[in-house]
């Protein structure tokens, strides 16, 4: 057994199913297996910037059965806040990375654990590098866009709720011969919409890799409608823009925003060019909050497990990943460089154009 050690864990960035399937992975290896503690660093960045930093001691008695199968974070986190360039009260910005740090320093961590996206990772590896703190990242965000890994926890719920939702529609839209809308999560990329739109039996699926045209659309449910079939499917990814290249964004107040809105976008061009009664769903934040999916809960263990053994080994400034069916590990600044975005010559672009999906093009 490794000597022992006291190590932190935070969850940041949007959060997703499978986030406390991570921390439990984490709080089995370090503190079942190796006898170390474990700390959790409560909101994420958020809780080292008070005073004292918001953190308690993760107990093994604490993770009883039900805490695996639940969505959330038991941490909190934030999606908010870079400390390099924060937000306060008054509107004004300021550097407060050095408060992260020190709050890092009060915690006496041999290592952290950092639970996050590509921004939160970035941001995370930029503070350890200024610390000196031991970082190892582990990769998780339902967009799927972390360069480096094949997946990222959380992805697959996402997937998995937007598809459901495509078996929901289906017999309304056949019931009242309707074109039906589902607008997706993904933030830049279209990986949910693709592979949502595969798996749920979709006519159309527009995502922001591979520009479309309405009326290729309309022709495609046209096509779809005097062959014989009396409703169409469509999913698209919140970040496909308008025809003209106009990103749909809804304002949150404060210059704040996020994606948006396409879907009615989509569902009136619809309407206008085809005549088709047209209906839109927007799935929004459904996709992060359903309990995580076998998969998710899967790559939580192994991931978990793998980051802690890092660890032990002494290996840090590495992000646990998911290549070739086996855990690997990368330099946590290779993944955060390669953004993974859909591959329009890919084998899931290729199939949903084998299945004669529309990709709008
Ligand atoms: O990155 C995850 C994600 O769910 C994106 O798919 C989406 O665009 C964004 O976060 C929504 O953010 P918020 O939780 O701030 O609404």
Same mark, same amino acid.
């Given at each position: 057994m490794s000597a022992s050690k006291r190590i932190g864990i935070l969850t940041s960035g949007g959060d997703c199913a499978g986030l406390n399937a991570v921390i439990r992975s984490v709080v089995y290896r &370090?503190? +079942? +297996?190796?006898?170390w503690e474990v700390v959790g660093i409560r909101n994420g960045t958020e809780g080292l910037l008070t005073r004292p930093v918001a953190a308690e001691s993760l107990e093994?008695?604490?993770?009883? +059965?039900?805490i695996l199968r639940r &969505?959330?974070?038991?941490l909190g986190t934030t999606n908010r806040g870079d400390p390099f360039d924060y937000e306060m009260p008054d509107g004004s910005r300021r550097d407060r990375s050095d408060e992260i740090i020190e709050g890092i320093g009060e915690l006496e961590l041999d290592a952290l654990i950092g639970i996050g996206g590509d921004g939160s990772l970035d941001i995370l590896r930029r503070l350890a590098i200024k610390g000196g703190i031991n970082l190892i990242g582990i990769p998780k965000t339902i967009d799927n866009d972390v360069g480096a890994t094949e997946i990222s926890i959380g992805h697959w719920s996402a997937v998995t709720v937007a598809t459901e939702a495509l078996d929901h529609l289906q017999p309304t839209a056949a019931s009242h011969s309707r074109v039906m809308v589902l607008e997706v999560m993904g933030r830049d990329a279209g990986h949910i919409a693709l592979t949502a739109g595969i798996a749920g039996g979709a006519d159309v699926i527009l995502i922001p890799e591979v520009p479309y045209s309405i009326e290729s659309v309309a022709k495609k449910i046209r096509q779809v409608m005097t062959r014989g079939r009396n409703f169409a499917l469509c999913v698209v990814a919140e970040a496909v823009k308008t025809e003209e290249g106009q990103p749909v964004r809804m304002a949150h107040g404060g210059g704040k925003s996020t994606y948006g809105g396409i879907g009615h976008y989509i569902g009136e061009r619809i309407s206008e060019a085809t005549n088709a009664e047209t209906r839109v769903t927007v799935l929004g934040h459904l996709q992060r909050g359903g309990p995580p999916t076998a998969r998710d809960r899967l790559m939580a263990s192994v991931f978990g497990v793998h980051a802690v053994d890092l660890i032990a080994n002494e290996r840090f400034d590495r992000m646990v990943a998911w290549q070739n069916r086996d855990v690997v590990d990368v330099p946590l600044a290779e993944a955060v460089v390669r953004y993974k975005a859909v591959d329009p010559e890919g084998a899931l672009v290729r199939t949903a154009r084998g299945l004669g999906i529309s990709l709008g093009d």
């Open positions: &370090a503190v +079942g +297996g190796y006898g093994l008695s604490r993770f009883t +059965g039900e &969505a959330g974070t038991i």
